[in-house]
């Protein structure tokens, strides 16, 4: 499983790679909207802190595919690093798709509800798809049920593409993509940290650090003892 984080706060991104064993970063026009600063500034911020080998995914805004690549290519020039560009699988998007390919740009398309969608976006040379589970959830689907679906076409065909779920409200949607064996998920910092918690878990530590102290004293560490 590829973990990646779902947000352009750097706060929240300092944070979660201080803690978490992350690959990425992805982004979306709205997620960018919120930090309210420069688009190019708020990138490369980002790759200053998760650093140049690590993945930072960036959508496009343009609605042609001429418009698409050129997006691509000035962020390609102006953001150093893995960047991958992100690209709404509209039949515009899968043109350009192809021709950032050629290209040897990296591309996640994104935007995906369906399994076509996808399936045409890998073949197009999409490196990730990202099908947007909790909004497919919203309009009564089965977004689990998406990313299976889709993991199962990328294996069927031997694609090269990895799955990307993406849009998650809880920590059971990312766990039960984890269990069908989707390549990677893309997670707020949110529910990041909630995917850890678990009152028992916080229970037993304190148990074991009352008995431990009971005998070595408060606050000694196993290299305070001899
Ligand atoms: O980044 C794309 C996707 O994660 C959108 O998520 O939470 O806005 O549905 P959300």
Do not use: C
Not at 142 to 164: A, R
């Amino acid at each position: 499983m590829i973990y990646m984080l779902d947000t352009a706060n750097l706060e929240a991104i300092k944070k979660a790679y201080d803690l978490y064993p992350l690959s990425g970063v992805t982004t979306n026009p709205t997620i960018i909207s919120k930090e309210n600063n420069g688009f190019i500034s708020i990138l490369k911020d980002i790759r200053s802190i998760i650093g140049e080998d690590s993945m930072l995914h960036a959508q496009v805004l343009g609605k042609t595919a001429d418009e698409m690549v050129k997006e691509a290519v000035y962020l390609k020039e102006k953001v150093e690093g893995s960047l991958y560009i992100k690209i709404p699988v509209t039949p515009e998007g899968i043109k350009a798709i192809k021709i950032l390919k050629k290209e040897g740009i990296k591309i996640t398309a994104t935007a995906i509800f369906t399994a076509q969608q996808a399936l045409m976006a890998s073949i197009a040379g999409a490196d990730f798809v990202a099908p947007y589970v909790n909004r497919i959830d919203n309009i009564s689907g089965n977004g689990v049920e998406v990313v299976k679906i889709i993991t199962n076409q990328i294996n069927i065909y031997n694609l090269d593409t990895k799955v990307l779920a993406a849009s998650f409200k809880n920590v059971q949607q990312v766990h039960e993509v984890s269990k069908i064996g989707a390549h990677s998920v893309t997670v707020n910092p949110e529910i990041m940290d909630k995917m850890l918690e678990h009152p028992l878990t916080d229970w037993s530590i304190d148990q074991f650090i009352k008995d431990w102290e009971s005998i070595y004293g408060e606050g000694k560490l196993i290299t305070d003892i001899k």
